[in-house]
């Protein structure tokens, strides 16, 4: 191939490398960057092969020392991946799934609304539900005097801390992951687990502790079932993108779902992990004052809106989102 052929096919590319090599760090993926770097590379060592002695050679081998400059850069930025992630990818995510947020929390709310009704007008719907054994401990917890003390408190903090945890992770997975079966599975974990915290708030009404049990569940429970609701958003995320494919063909459009799932059912760990600290370590202290309580309930509460709603539609606002959406893939 004759030089000013070469030159002329890969031009414009080349161009397009000066220009991005030449963007704001960390506004380029690291791997596009190395893909460039390979690009470069197969350019150079053909056109030293080809034209050892011309200005192309010689450009393209400053254009690779500049690209492989920006990998060095981008090596630094791998540290701060974690900050990165929290920051900007998972509110970015949380940004494209308001919608999904919303139908979740929907199905959420409609199963409180069934297991209180339920439970108000079937005496026997409760113990369905929750089962016998759980709902005669609690009976005799309430005769004993202090059933939610008894409830949370009867265990050792780290034991009941792990314990919790692990089977709120667990439950967090299986939400995300049934969300294949056309979202259908995902819907029905949110409601059913909407039923269990609707007949339970029912229960605890007719025996008169509704409103110690909001002072005391949700010291723990405000970031407990906010998660339960934001990983429903991951399950109908990866749902939706085998229902939706929209332009993509199914298998990339359910790739696509799955990744941003994931992301969101990841990025939900720490907060549940934080609740079941909370359950281990705090809500057993049952005559903890009014203000304390609130002041864990409402601050919870501040958090949850603020990053998966507040500040995701912040950066939607901005445009920043789409910057970072392309990070996943």
């Not at 609690?138 to 005769?143: A, E, P, Q, V």
């Not at 309580?293 to 601050?299: A, R, T, V």
Request: proline content about 3%.
């Amino acid at each position: 191939m004759r030089e000013t052929t070469f030159l002329k096919q890969n031009e414009k590319k080349w161009q397009d490398f000066e220009m991005v090599v030449r963007a704001k760090k960390g506004t380029v993926p690291p791997d596009r960057i190395a893909e460039l770097f390979i690009e470069v590379t197969d350019d150079l060592a053909y056109a030293r092969t080809h034209y050892p002695n011309s200005n192309t050679t010689r450009y393209l081998n400053g254009l690779a020392s500049q690209v492989h400059l920006a990998i060095i850069k981008n090596k630094k930025q791998s540290k701060n991946r974690f900050w990165k992630f929290f920051r900007f990818e998972l509110p970015s995510i949380m940004a494209q799934s308001q919608w999904k947020l919303l139908y979740s929390f929907l199905a959420f709310m409609v199963g409180i609304f069934i297991g209180v009704v339920s439970t108000l007008y079937d005496e026997n719907f409760l113990r369905v539900i929750l089962g016998d054994g759980y709902v005669d401990m609690t009976i005799r917890n309430i005769r004993a005097g202090d059933p939610l003390g008894r409830l949370y408190g009867g265990m050792d903090e780290i034991e009941m801390f792990l314990g919790i945890t692990v089977n709120n992770l667990k439950v967090g997975v299986i939400v995300f992951i049934v969300g294949i079966f056309f979202s259908i599975g995902t819907t029905w974990f949110v409601w059913y687990h909407g039923v269990m915290v609707g007949a339970f708030q029912a229960f605890l009404y007719q025996y008169g502790l509704l409103g110690d049990s909001f002072q005391i569940v949700y010291i723990h429970g405000t970031f407990e079932l906010s998660m339960l609701v934001i990983e429903g958003a991951a399950g109908l995320t990866l749902g939706n993108a085998l229902l939706f494919p929209g332009t993509y063909t199914r298998l990339e459009s359910l790739k696509r779902g799955a990744i941003r799932g994931i992301k969101i059912a990841l990025g939900v760990m720490p907060f549940t992990i934080l609740a079941g600290f909370l359950e281990g370590f705090v809500t057993r202290y049952t005559n903890m004052p009014l203000w304390a309580s609130l002041l864990i309930i409402l601050g919870s509460l501040a958090i949850v809106v603020y990053y998966f709603i507040v500040y995701p539609l912040r950066l939607k606002a901005l445009g920043i989102d789409q910057e970072y959406l392309k990070d996943d893939f």
